[in-house]
């Protein structure tokens, strides 16, 4: 006869709590014991930052030259008989420079006086005549039709002297022209015409640079050019004296480079320049490319935190990583430079930072540097 089997319901009451108890313990039995889940170690690209000096310093090799250049040329045409200066002498406010043959002018300044002479001797002639007829109308010995006729001719006379002491005064100034005279001091730099030659107005007899101020003048390549932060302060030693130093400020760019080297002329003006700064000296600039120091990290390391930027540093001991915000001092496509919020030896998240949290564990794919 097979048994029975065995209900719950036939069991008594304590046995049934006892076997309820124990179902929770027979189903952990079976299931071996599963482990809670780990937190999840996330794989990141780091970089080991350390401080950089602010920038790349750049030399360039010019000469000095005078701020303003200015260019002395007589104003009429003529062949030049005499020129008193050479490169290199100095010059003074009202020193004669050069000479024109002033023959042709002294020959005008006659005639002109001539025609004078002859204006005012007409003009005697009519006012004289004038006088005559004014006293005969009075008395009734002549017309007012003669009256009226002298007294244009007296008017008539005036003018002509006006126009001919004019002629006179224009004949004096071209024969004044005949010389050269300098309206500025400094020193001649170079000279465009010999004694001898016919020359026209307007062409450059001599060059002067004036004394109120020095340049430094380099040949500066585009690329370098474009780096060059706004009115920067550049040190300019004299290349043979290390010992001679100033410093400057760019004072003028050209806007076109030239056709065959391709560079910018940069001028820079010298405060107060040494007076071994001669003109035609050979100097150096230096300027220093870049911004303050700071750290350079890759662009892609940065991050954003309460709307201020921010990157992932690492803690080495417990492989987890905290968002710290940071000062950028430059960035460009590439990389950043942070001025402050970093130390060095710290190591920085460049890549995965957008899949990061607080506290969150990493395992370094790239060895810190």
Request: hydrophobic letters at 40%; one cysteine or more; a neutral charge.
């Amino acid at each position: 006869m097979p048994p029975r089997p065995l209900r719950l319901s036939s069991l008594r009451l304590p046995a049934r709590g006892m076997l309820v108890a124990l179902l929770p313990l027979l189903v952990a039995g079976c299931d071996g014991g599963t482990p809670a889940p780990q937190a999840e170690i996330r794989p990141v690209r780091v970089v080991s930052v350390e401080r950089q000096a602010g920038g790349a310093v750049v030399s360039l090799t010019g000469t000095v030259q005078a701020e303003t250049e200015v260019n002395l040329a007589f104003r009429i045409d003529g062949r030049m008989v005499e020129r008193m200066v050479n490169v290199g002498d100095v010059v003074h406010a009202g020193q004669i420079v050069a000479r024109l043959n002033p023959e042709n002018e002294e020959n005008g300044l006659r005639a002109a006086r001539a025609q004078l002479a002859a204006a005012r001797a007409q003009f005697t002639e009519a006012a004289n005549n004038y006088w005559r007829q004014s006293e005969l109308l009075r008395d009734g010995w002549t017309t007012r039709v003669r009256y009226d006729q002298a007294a244009q001719a007296r008017q008539t006379a005036q003018s002509a002297v006006d126009a001919a002491e004019a002629q006179v005064g224009l004949a004096e100034t071209r024969l004044g022209y005949t010389e050269l005279v300098s309206d500025v001091n400094g020193r001649v730099t170079a000279r465009g015409a010999e004694p001898g030659e016919v020359v026209q107005p307007g062409r450059m007899i001599v060059q002067v640079a004036r004394d109120e101020g020095r340049d430094a003048v380099f040949d500066v390549p585009a690329t370098l050019k474009d780096q060059a932060p706004a009115n920067p302060v550049i040190d300019i030693v004299l290349t043979t004296d290390t010992s001679v130093h100033t410093t400057g400020r760019v004072r003028e760019v050209a806007p076109r480079a030239d056709a065959v080297t391709g560079t910018f002329q940069v001028r820079v003006g010298l405060a107060d320049p040494p007076p071994a700064m001669r003109l035609g000296s050979t100097v150096t600039g230096r300027l220093t490319l870049g911004s303050s120091a700071g750290f350079s990290i890759p662009a892609s390391a940065l991050t954003r935190a309460d709307h201020q930027p921010a990157v992932w540093v690492v803690d080495p001991r417990s492989e987890t990583v905290a968002l710290r915000t940071v000062e950028l001092v430059r960035h460009d496509p590439g990389h950043v430079v942070i001025g402050s919020g970093l130390e060095n030896g710290e190591i920085v998240v460049t890549a995965g930072v957008q899949a990061l949290r607080p506290g969150q564990k990493v395992r370094l794919l790239g060895g810190a540097r």
